[in-house]
């Protein structure tokens, strides 16, 4: 079993900033992505970004790409998103995510463990 935690969310003006965090513990992947979605009421649960842990490649939608950044810390088994710039149609619980692999997908299906979503509300 893997456990993601994550923090950070909270409510901001456009044009502001926020920086999630994902802590991960339990079970142990020998390779694996782990990548940032989001769901906003009424709406499916969409790919943000995804990073591939042992290599540091990214891979970002193209409605947040530019403004968000994600990282990993692989001595503290965290990963961040920094989101810059941010939107009203950014609004949503935002959710950390887990697979085995190499390659980021954009399916939610494909990916094994989830955290319980932090909500991030981007007013005008």
């Known amino acids: 079993q893997v456990q993601l935690v994550e923090s950070g969310g909270g409510s901001v003006q456009a044009g502001n900033s926020l920086r999630l965090s994902c802590v991960a513990s339990?079970?142990?992947?020998?390779?694996?992505?782990m990548a940032w979605f989001r769901q906003a009421p009424g709406k499916e649960r969409e790919f943000v970004a995804g990073?591939?842990?042992?290599?540091?490649?990214?891979t970002y939608a193209a409605s947040v790409k530019g403004r968000f950044t994600i990282s990993r810390d692989i001595v503290k088994n965290t990963v961040a998103l920094q989101m810059n710039t941010l939107k009203p149609e950014d609004t949503a619980v935002y959710y950390c995510a887990v697979k085995d692999g190499v390659v980021p997908t954009t399916n939610p299906l494909d990916y094994d463990y989830w955290g319980q979503g932090t909500q991030v509300t981007v007013s005008s």
């Open positions: 990073i591939w842990w042992s290599a540091g490649s990214t």
């Open positions: 339990g079970r142990t992947f020998s390779r694996h992505v």
